[in-house]
């Protein structure tokens, strides 16, 4: 059974930084793309980033590039989201999944970013 638990959030000035994490079980890492995804008030749940299966390789959306680097440990089943230089913009509920087979979604975890 897939289970997904994100967790780091929280509310952080302009300019802060947020390390999250989602752990992930019922999911082969080895051969999965995953990705963080973000969902804003009034919008869409969007990807933002991910990694390939072997973590070799990331993508990222133009709004978080050079901001956000996502990464995974394969080992614990654990893929993670540094995020720096942090605007309003970003504020919105955070989730993990994998990317070309969406399992059910976690609870996300909630990124305030205000002055």
């Known amino acids: 059974q897939v289970q997904l638990v994100e967790s780091g959030g929280g509310l952080v000035q302009p300019g802060g930084s947020l390390r999250l994490s989602c752990a992930a079980s019922?999911?082969?890492?080895?051969?999965?793309?995953m990705g963080w995804y973000r969902q804003s008030p009034g919008n869409q749940r969007d990807l933002v980033a991910r990694?390939?299966?072997?973590?070799?390789?990331?993508n990222y959306a133009d709004s978080v590039k050079g901001r956000f680097t996502i990464s995974s440990d394969n080992a614990k089943n654990t893929v993670y989201l540094q995020m720096n230089s942090l605007k309003p913009e970003d504020t919105g509920v955070y989730y993990c999944?994998?990317?070309?087979?969406?399992?059910?979604w976690g609870q996300g975890t909630q990124v305030t970013v205000s002055s």
């Open positions: 019922g999911i082969n890492f080895s051969i999965a793309v």
């Open positions: 999944n994998s990317v070309y087979l969406l399992r059910p």
């Open positions: 990694i390939s299966s072997g973590g070799d390789s990331t």
